[in-house]
């Protein structure tokens, strides 16, 4: 069973900085791919943005030159710094993770956290 734990949700004011982590209990070396989707109240799930184990990266339009998505193979653990923060980016932030097991897709998601962006 793989988990994700999930970390560095808060509260950050406008045009600041803030870094997401997510940990996976699991080895990140041979997995698709992780990232993040992120859902602001009252709105659907949008990916953020995701890693692959080869560093092929790719981010929603939205984000793009403000967010940064790196992985540390050798913590299990990725990370997303946000830059440039803006009120539209105040959402719960999930972490996913992509892999085969038995020939299927499985994902797993974190438990979500938090980030609001706010004077």
């Known amino acids: 069973q793989v988990q994700l734990v999930e970390s560095g949700g808060g509260l950050v004011q406008p045009g600041g900085s803030h870094r997401l982590s997510c940990r996976a209990s699991?080895?990140?070396?041979?997995?698709?791919?992780m990232g993040w989707y992120r859902q602001p109240l009252g709105k659907e799930r949008e990916l953020v943005a995701a890693i692959t184990p080869r560093s092929t990266m790719n981010y929603a339009d939205s984000v793009k030159g403000r967010f940064t998505i790196s992985m540390d193979s050798a913590k299990n653990t990725a990370y997303l710094q946000m830059s440039n923060l803006e009120a539209e980016d105040t959402a719960i932030y999930y972490c996913?993770?992509?892999?085969?097991?038995?020939?299927?897709?499985?994902?797993?998601w974190g438990q979500g956290t938090q980030v609001t962006v706010s004077s």
């Open positions: 996913f993770l992509a892999r085969f097991e038995f020939r299927e897709v499985r994902a797993t």
């Open positions: 699991v080895s990140i070396s041979n997995i698709i791919r």
